[in-house]
T-cell receptor, first 118, second 115 residues
Framework: KAGVTQTPRYLIKTRGQQVTLSCSPISGHRSVSWYQQTPGQGLQFLFEYFSETQRNKGNFPGRFSGRQFSNSRSEMNVSTLELGDSALYLC?????????????????FGPGTRLTVT | AQSVTQLDSQVPVFEEAPVELRCNYSSSVSVYLFWYVQYPNQGLQLLLKYLSGSTLVKGINGFEAEFNKSQTSFHLRKPSVHISDTAEYFCAVVLANFGNEKLTFGTGTRLTIIP
């Protein structure tokens, strides 16, 4: 079974630009979560999507947004990039049925997209 | 809100020696506990998890962890480490029974194996 894939793997953008990152979950997984990893702040939760709906959101400004498609693939977008947005962005998928079905709580992470803002 | 504390940011250990990576958590409700490993330039890989049942949990690569509710700890152990165990290790929690996939991570412990 193929793992979680993220594209692109590396990205360099200029301050003020916007960027879109893509994540393809493991086949059959319906939940996709996004995390930002930086040396200073560590791993921080951005948001989670389940069945095309944002189910959970972290404490990030509105410049960070996401969406999920009917095939569970997800994208996240960062507008008006700032130098502090330079980070490794990780996507994770899990097999979950939502609140009415016990979740496996096992998240499978992709290799990440390393974003550098100059 | 829940939080995770990994007191040791770096742990050097000689090859074939035992190791313990410490993790303490704080939460007003029940949580599920996880350990993830991150090798250089890679994403995170699940080592083991505790949801319920036996407090001693065995994971991949010879790692195990013990859930201690009274001490709110979930320390990771391995009796004999190998060079290939060099990586960063993250402890994480999820609120139990919320159908919630939001992981709260500790700051990580960098394990360095000395030949």
């Amino acid at each position: 079974k193929a793992g979680v894939t993220q594209t692109p793997r590396y990205l360099i953008k200029t301050r003020g630009q916007q960027v879109t990152l893509s994540c393809s979950p493991i086949s059959g997984h319906r939940s996709v979560s996004w995390y930002q990893q930086t040396p200073g702040q560590g791993l921080q939760f951005l948001f989670e999507y389940f069945s095309e709906t944002q189910r959970n959101k972290g404490n990030f400004p509105g410049r960070f947004s996401g969406r999920q498609f009917s095939n569970s693939r997800s994208e996240m977008n960062v507008s008006t990039l700032e130098l502090g947005d330079s980070a490794l962005y990780l996507c994770a998928s899990s097999l979950t049925g939502g609140k009415l079905q016990r979740s496996s709580y096992e998240q499978y992470f992709g290799p990440g997209t390393r974003l550098t803002v100059t | 809100a829940q939080s995770v504390t990994q007191l040791d940011s770096q742990v050097p250990v000689f090859e074939e020696a035992p190791v313990e990576l410490r993790c303490n958590y704080s939460s007003s409700v029940s949580v599920y506990l996880f350990w993830y490993v991150q090798y250089p330039n890679q994403g995170l890989q699940l080592l083991l998890k505790y949801l319920s049942g036996s407090t001693l949990v065995k994971g991949i690569n010879g790692f195990e962890a013990e859930f201690n509710k009274s001490q709110t700890s979930f320390h990771l152990r391995k009796p004999s480490v190998h060079i290939s165990d060099t990586a960063e290790y993250f402890c994480a929690v999820v609120l139990a029974n919320f159908g919630n996939e939001k992981l709260t991570f500790g700051t990580g412990t960098r394990l360095t194996i000395i030949p």
